[in-house]
Structures are given as structure tokens and as C-alpha cells.
Nanobody, 124 residues
Framework: QLQLVESGGGLVQAGDSLTLSCAAS????????MGWFRQAPGKEREFVAS????????YNANFDKGRFTISRDNAKNTVYLKMNSVKPEDTAIYYC?????????????????WGQGTQVTVSS
């Protein structure tokens, strides 16, 4: 079992960069695929990015290419999401997620564990 704790959210201005972190408890971190989802008010939770146990990355194809970068540090049991050139439409609660087994993670239905979320608010 993993417990996930996100940090790094806050109020930023459009065009800024922001890095979210997700610290995972448990020694099995390396066996999980890790990902980020987000949920804006009144909208469904949507996939942002994921990284497999072998560090293969997947991004939501509907997002601007290159604005989001996901990475993981297995030594620190931490996964990161760097957001560049943020836009007001990036405003959402960002959730860290994990999937046992290390396979593809791109749907909320695949998630085994969720973090509590961190709010990102982008002002124009």
C-alpha cells in the first residue's frame, strides 16, 4: 500500500512555472506506475501525465506539448510534475496517483491509490 502526499500547489500568475511533488510512503514505490490527474471545478477528473516503473512517460495528448514534465526519483520515493507557462485553464486540484505493477496509467479507473490533492490557481 502507498500513501501519497502532494505539495507545491498555490497561487501563481499566468506564464509562471510551478513544480508539484508527491511523496510516497512504502518500500514498494519502485513497483508502481505514478501519475498526475487534475480536476477543475464542475469538470471531471482528467489525466495529465504518468511515468512507469521504468521511467517511460505518457502525457495527455490534448495538452500543449512540452508544458508538463513528469519525473520520478525512486531513491526519494517522489514523483514530480513541472508545469511551464501556466494558464488560467490549468487551475484545478492536482492529484497524485499510483498503479500497482508499473504498467500504463492514463485512466482514473486504473488508479489504486490517490493523494489528497493540491490546489493550483493561476491568475491572469
Amino acid at each position: 500500500q502507498l500513501q501519497l502526499v502532494e505539495s507545491g500547489g498555490g497561487l501563481v500568475q499566468a506564464g509562471d512555472s510551478l513544480t508539484l511533488s508527491c511523496a510516497a510512503s512504502g518500500r514498494a514505490f519502485i513497483f508502481y506506475s505514478m501519475g498526475w490527474f487534475r480536476q477543475a471545478p464542475g469538470k471531471e477528473r482528467e489525466f495529465v501525465a504518468s511515468v512507469s516503473r521504468n521511467s517511460a512517460v505518457t502525457y495527455n495528448a490534448n495538452f500543449d506539448k512540452g508544458r508538463f514534465t513528469i519525473s520520478r526519483d525512486n531513491a526519494k520515493n517522489t514523483v514530480y510534475l513541472k508545469m511551464n507557462s501556466v494558464k488560467p485553464e490549468d487551475t484545478a486540484i492536482y492529484y497524485c496517483a499510483s498503479k500497482r505493477g508499473g504498467g500504463d496509467l492514463s485512466r482514473a479507473s486504473e488508479v489504486d491509490y490517490w493523494g489528497q490533492g493540491t490546489q493550483v490557481t493561476v491568475s491572469s
